[in-house]
């Protein structure tokens, strides 16, 4: 079974530029999450997904960020504009049912 | 709402030697604690978890971890260190939708 994957492994753009995120959860979850962990911070949480519907989405940061879930299946996370601030590395994750999640590799972002 | 403290930012034990890593959690009741470790490069990789029961719990790469509700910890443990265990661990609990990490602990790996 093909775990989380996420594209691509590192950004780097310029402030001001738009990045888009992407996440393909296990196959048959129905739970997908969105985390980052800026530098020197804790991971934290911004999205949880139920199929194609946001669940919660209190730890979106501000209305820079999109999230969409298109068919209930892989997900992208829009950056637009990207500031020096949201350089980090953004994690996805995905569940079938239960709290036990299962992370993919992050993509790090940089913002210059 | 649950939270965990992991008190140590970074750690340092020679290969071969034992390790126990905090984690001190805050819940009244009976919680659910995860253990995830990133690998350098690498995405988060469950190592274990917790819901109840058996308070031992055994995990992938031959890592344990106790459940001790007198002193509100769930720490990890491996007998003997290999230079491949070098990474950042973090505790975990899930709180509703999502999982509220501990801040972690950078484990290096002496030869």
């Not at chain 1, 048959?28 to 962990?37: E, I, K, S, T």
């Not at chain 1, 194609?52 to 209305?63: C, I, L, R, T």
Request: aromatic letters at 12%.
């Amino acid at each position: 079974e093909a775990g989380v994957t996420q594209f691509p492994s590192h950004s780097v753009i310029e402030k001001g530029q738009t990045v888009t995120l992407r996440c393909d959860p296990i196959s048959g979850h129905d739970n997908l999450y969105w985390y980052r962990r800026v530098m020197g911070k804790e991971i934290k949480f911004l999205l949880h997904f139920v199929k194609e519907s946001k669940q919660d989405e209190s730890g979106m940061p501000n209305n820079r960020f999109l999230a969409e879930r298109t068919g209930g299946t892989y997900s992208t996370l829009k950056v637009q504009p990207a500031e020096l601030e949201d350089s980090g590395v953004y994690f996805c994750a995905s569940s079938r049912v239960g709290v036990t999640q299962y992370f993919g590799p992050g993509t790090r972002l940089t913002v210059l | 709402a649950q939270s965990v403290t992991q008190p140590d930012i970074h750690i340092t034990v020679s290969e071969g030697a034992s390790l126990e890593l905090r984690c001190n959690y805050s819940y009244g009741a009976t919680p659910y604690l995860f253990w995830y470790v990133q690998s350098p490069g690498q995405g988060l990789q469950l190592l274990l978890k917790y819901f109840s029961g058996d308070t031992l719990v055994q995990g992938i790469k031959g890592f344990e971890a106790e459940f001790k509700r007198s002193q509100s910890s769930f720490n990890l443990r491996k007998p003997s260190v290999h230079w491949s265990d070098a990474a950042e661990y973090f505790c975990a609990p899930p709180q509703g939708n999502d999982m509220r990490f501990g801040a972690g602990t950078r484990l290096t790996v002496k030869p």
